[in-house]
Antibody, heavy 121, light 107 residues
Framework: QVQLKESGPGLVQPSETLSLTCTVS????????VHWLRQQSGKSLEWMGR???????SYNSVFISRLSINRDTSKSQVFLKMNSLQTEDTGTYYC???????????????WGQGVRVTVSS | NIVLTQSPATLSVTPGESVSLSCRAS??????IHWYQQKSNESPRLLIR???QSISGIPSRFSGGGSGTDFTLSINGVESEDFSIYYC?????????FGPGTKLELK
């Protein structure tokens, strides 16, 4: 079955870099897009960026200067790196999958359980 | 950026009632809208795809409608497990955005 699982540190120092890994199973990351999203406490969801099935990336302009997304197809992993973290970057980070349909990009049909990240000294 | 506005922010209902949640887009997005349910401390769950397409495994009491700028998620007979937050999301633009959510709470 399709699964995604995020992993990474729960605590990051201000100004440091956040590194997260999304490990997927049940589908190939060379066939589907994998996205990163963030949810600050008590707030809505924020799309950060995506790894396309062909290896290209797209980013939300809000994060473009400090975010990079990469992948390792042999390990079915997609990576997020975001630098210059501040306290407002505290939140839960999710990876999720979507598929392309005739009508366009579909919604996120599978999500990871999320990883809670706190930015604090 | 396409801005999504959801109303009401909070909806207080009793089990068995039927409700409609609204999502409005800042520009025409055809049917590029999807609906999610998020329970406390859980990941979001996709309920409806492309405004009105049902998702396998989602109870039939959930339905969606609308096109252009105005969209609705309907729950026909709210059950106790439905009390949670509902978000709409657009994928019409490559810069995906979400609405602020509607909290469905027990009256």
């Amino acid at each position: 079955q399709v699964q995604l699982k995020e992993s990474g540190p729960g605590l990051v120092q201000p100004s440091e870099t956040l590194s997260l890994t999304c490990t997927v199973s049940g589908f190939s990351i060379t066939s589907s897009s994998v996205h990163w999203l963030r949810q600050q406490s008590g707030k809505s969801l924020e799309w950060m960026g995506r790894m396309w099935s062909d290896g290209k990336t797209s980013y939300n302009s809000v994060f473009i200067s400090r975010l990079s997304i990469n992948r390792d197809t042999s390990k079915s992993q997609v990576f997020l790196k975001m630098n210059s973290l501040q306290t407002e970057d505290t939140g839960t980070y999710y990876c999720a999958r979507n598929l392309y349909y005739y009508s366009g990009d579909g919604g996120f049909d599978y999500w990871g359980q999320g990883v809670r990240v706190t930015v604090s000294s | 950026n396409i801005v999504l506005t959801q109303s009401p922010a909070t909806l207080s209902v009793t089990p068995g009632e039927s409700v409609s949640l609204s999502c409005r887009a800042s520009q025409n997005i055809r049917t590029g809208i999807h609906w999610y349910q998020q329970k406390s401390n859980e990941s979001p769950r996709l309920l409806i795809r492309f405004a009105s397409q049902s998702i396998s495994g989602i109870p039939s009491r959930f339905s969606g409608g609308g096109s252009g700028t105005d969209f609705t998620l309907s729950i026909n007979g709210v059950e106790s497990e439905d009390f949670s937050i509902y978000y709409c999301q657009q994928t019409y633009s490559s810069l995906y955005t979400f609405g602020p959510g509607t909290k469905l709470e027990l009256k």
